[in-house]
């Protein structure tokens, strides 16, 4: 039965080895203070991202599809789609970089800030166009039969063509806000203390990496599994509406 005690033995070692590396990298000198820190850092870039990619990116997909029905507007829809272009084309940790290092460069302004602002930037491209094809999967008689009862284009949008789009695009919103919880993990690159960094902080007084970063992982999971949930709540809700 030696081989049982050996295993017995690996077991109580490896063990050991794991409690002494969580002591290290979580109780000892309140080290769980950092990820504490670097999860509500995460949370809030994510919460301003949302904000303004959800605003901006309402607006882009209204002002494009306006566009279609007055010419006018042409401008407006070719400055949109430069805009969407440009930033779907490029790395948001560039994008991030060029917001703080270069726009903000001489100005005081927190680097939260500037984290929120990067990301809803980022975030509103791909919004956009979520919301744009869910707006062009609305049949176009619902809006002139909305022009037809008196209502303005835009309280008809606002009203009737808006809240059923989101009923269609409501999986690839949800979606979009889970991609940008996790691509907010790159907000270290301008000194900003997220999760990931605070992870990378802690192993790197420890001089150990397995349970800083499987720490971080883990929490990561548990949000996009929270949201994930909330998104199919929704989506849940929205379709017992349809049978009211």
């Known amino acids: 039965m030696d081989w049982l005690s050996q295993i017995g033995q690996w077991f109580v070692s490896a063990w050991n080895w794991i409690a002494d590396s969580v002591y290290?990298?979580?109780v000892a000198?309140?080290?769980?203070?950092f990820y504490l820190t670097g999860l509500g850092n995460t949370l809030l870039i994510s919460l301003m991202a949302v904000v303004i990619g959800i605003?901006?990116?309402v607006l882009i997909a209204v002002v494009v599809n306006a566009a279609k029905a007055n010419p006018r507007l042409n401008w407006a829809k070719k400055i949109c789609s430069l805009y969407v272009t440009v930033i779907r084309g490029t790395?948001?940790?560039?994008?991030?970089m060029i917001i703080y290092y270069i726009i903000f460069r001489s100005v005081q302004i927190p680097q939260i800030v500037v984290g929120g602002l990067a990301f809803g930037l980022n975030s509103a491209a791909y919004i956009s166009e979520i919301i744009r094809s869910g707006i062009e999967s609305i049949d176009r008689?619902?809006?002139?039969a909305a022009r037809s009862l008196g209502l303005s284009r835009g309280k008809a949008m606002r009203l009737i063509i808006l809240p059923q789009a989101v009923k269609n695009?409501?999986?690839a919103l949800g979606n979009e806000f889970v991609t940008l919880v996790k691509e907010t993990s790159v907000a270290g690159y301008i000194g900003l203390r997220d999760l990931t960094k605070a992870s990378d902080i802690v192993a790197s007084r420890t001089y150990d990496y397995f349970v800083p970063l499987i720490l971080a992982a883990c929490v990561y999971l548990v949000i996009v599994l929270g949201l994930t949930k909330l998104v199919r709540m929704f989506e849940r809700r929205l379709a017992q509406s349809d049978y009211r």
């Open 24 to 26: 290290k990298s979580i």
């Open 29 to 33: 000198d309140n080290r769980y203070v």
């Open 55 to 57: 605003t901006l990116g």
């Open 91 to 96: 790395p948001v940790v560039l994008q991030l």
């Open 141 to 144: 008689g619902q809006m002139e």
């Open 169 to 171: 695009i409501l999986p």
